[in-house]
């Protein structure tokens, strides 16, 4: 199968691309190699070193607020696509609440994007994957049992 994958140099995307190709499957990612305006320049670009090399997928940096960017990214990649991962987000609230501006043209116009986007080049799949936010206020460790109460989303 053939997947476009947004977030895919994140934590979670990137281990999210690392299975799928295990499995055989072929990816396309988008990803805007944010520091989240906190996160130094050295120990990122470490980081995403460190996971390109886990993976085979090339790794497009793209701004998903940048429709133009992101259609051409379609334009490219999406060629007989099974499906959208939509993985891009925050990690934290905090990070939302510091700039709630790009917190929301990520969360509500650039989903909005992708949507369309897959629904115009006819990807029969989206798949949305949430972050930890939508548990709320939580001390250490959080089970997925646990009951949402979703913090600024």
């Known amino acids: 199968m053939k997947f476009l994958i947004t977030g895919g140099a994140g934590f979670i995307g990137?281990?999210?691309?690392?299975?799928l190709e295990q499995q055989g499957h072929d990816c396309f990612i988008m990803d805007s190699c944010t520091d989240y305006g906190f996160i130094p320049r050295d120990e990122l670009d470490?980081?995403?070193?460190?996971?390109?090399?886990?993976?085979?997928?090339?790794?497009?940096?793209v701004d998903?607020?940048?429709?133009?960017?992101v259609k051409t990214f379609f334009l490219n990649f999406s060629y007989q696509a099974d499906a959208v991962?939509?993985?891009?987000?925050?990690p934290r609230q905090k990070i939302v609440n510091a700039n709630p501006v790009v917190g929301a043209e990520i969360m509500c116009p650039a989903i909005m994007n992708l949507l369309e986007l897959t629904k115009a080049f006819k990807i029969p799949k989206f798949v949305y994957i949430s972050s930890?936010?939508?548990?709320g206020d939580f001390a250490n460790d959080v089970k997925e049992d646990v009951?949402?109460?979703?913090?600024?989303q």
Do not use: W
């Not at 470490?46 to 940096?61: D, G, P, Q, T």
């Open 14 to 19: 990137h281990n999210v691309v690392r299975q």
């Open 46 to 61: 470490y980081l995403l070193a460190e996971r390109k090399e886990r993976m085979r997928s090339n790794i497009l940096h």
């Open 64 to 69: 998903l607020r940048d429709y133009e960017k």
């Open 85 to 90: 991962i939509h993985l891009a987000s925050f």
């Open 132 to 135: 930890s936010m939508v548990y």
């Open 147 to 152: 009951v949402c109460t979703p913090q600024g």
